[in-house]
């Protein structure tokens, strides 16, 4: 290579070499550094035995090791990533046809066997809500390249906090994940999660129970009922334990409580203002001062607005009676509409119960 051609021969070694580096795990920063400390020591050796009368072959000989570097420095990266590519690519299948299996109990032995992922004794199913990022509304960009984005954000994440340890199925609105319990404490969990919604620029919110492998279906679909009331409240970004979502849960299931509550509001429909000063009261928990300031009002006018609404439906916003009671109502509505209908039923922290 120092005399300035490429020899295939020399260069596909190289490359071989550098396709081995990819399978091992070697980052190239590491590979790239060799390669450059190796060159600087041949030129080390090179000086030693020179003289001053030796410049001009010094500078051919420089340019040389320069033009070698070149060639060998792409070929290694072109090597590196075309093998990188082609591991993630069958690490990607294999994760993602063992998880499936997993959510979809099916018989997992021969999969784990020859996807040479090891099967942990019990998980942490995680179900993840990633709300739209502020950019996908903006309709002067393309909401499916910034909603793509976001997701890739949020899987870089996943691989660099989770050591090649996380089982994954996603879309750009969320998904599931499969954490082994004994490599996750809960703080890990709650620290992934916020590291997660500065990656993917949203507040992201997850539901996590833990469960063995031969339940996980049915763990996973009570965790995406739970996140999806978590979304409907427009909950605060952090990971869910079900006990913080019974309230809300049990009163959105079907029944003769559920569909009177569901009517309790129905008469301010006509009235928006006090629907939206009702929302915001419950959202300051209950503070006249916040909630003038949030609504950009008087504090009396939000007196007024409250008393309004007691007139209309019966009951008293400042009792704690009429509190429980518009509270639940509040939390059945958001549940009943769909899901892409704007956040005007944000009511607070779920957690926060009468």
């Not at 032995?109 to 809500?129: K, N, P, Q």
């Not at 909603?147 to 996603?170: F, I, P, T, Y």
Request: with cysteine; hydrophobic share 40%.
């Amino acid at each position: 290579m120092l005399d300035g051609r490429d020899l295939p021969g020399r260069t596909e070694r190289v490359q071989a070499a550098a396709e081995g580096w990819a399978r091992e795990g070697i980052p190239i920063d590491t590979i790239q550094h060799a390669i450059h400390e190796g060159f600087k020591l041949g030129f080390d050796l090179i000086l030693a035995n020179g003289t001053t009368h030796d410049h001009a072959t010094m500078a051919g000989v420089a340019r040389r090791l320069m033009d070698a570097l070149d060639m060998i420095t792409s070929a290694v990266s072109v090597a590196y990533v075309r093998e990188l590519r082609s591991v993630v690519s069958e690490h990607h299948t294999a994760v993602h046809t063992l998880t499936s299996a997993l959510l979809g109990g099916q018989s997992t032995s021969t999969m784990v066997r020859e996807c040479g992922i090891e099967l942990a004794d019990h998980y942490h199913v995680v179900a993840l809500d990633l709300p739209p990022h502020p950019e996908e509304l903006d309709s002067a960009l393309d909401a499916n390249v910034v909603a793509r984005r976001k997701l890739r954000r949020v899987q870089a994440e996943l691989a660099n906090r989770c050591d090649g340890k996380v089982l994954s199925l996603l879309s750009v609105d969320g998904g599931t994940l499969l954490l082994p319990s004994p490599d996750f404490s809960d703080a890990d969990l709650d620290q992934l999660i916020a590291r997660l919604s500065d990656a993917a620029q949203v507040p992201v919110r997850a539901v996590a129970m833990t469960s063995p492998p031969s339940e996980i279906p049915q763990v996973a679909e009570q965790v995406h009922e739970l996140v999806e009331i978590a979304h409907r409240l427009r909950g605060a970004s952090k990971v869910y334990r079900p006990h913080e979502l019974a309230f809300e849960y049990q009163l959105t299931r079907p029944g003769p409580a559920r569909d009177y509550l569901s009517s309790v509001l129905d008469s301010l429909e006509a009235h928006p203002e006090l629907l939206r000063t009702l929302q915001v009261h419950m959202e300051t928990n209950m503070q006249r001062n916040r909630s003038a300031r949030r609504l950009h009002v008087h504090t009396n006018t939000v007196d007024y607005r409250l008393k309004r609404i007691r007139q209309i439906t019966g009951f008293d916003p400042t009792d704690l009676t009429g509190l429980c009671h518009l509270r639940a109502a509040l939390l059945i509505r958001a549940h009943r509409w769909p899901r892409s209908r704007p956040a005007d039923s944000t009511i607070g922290n779920p957690s926060h119960t009468c």
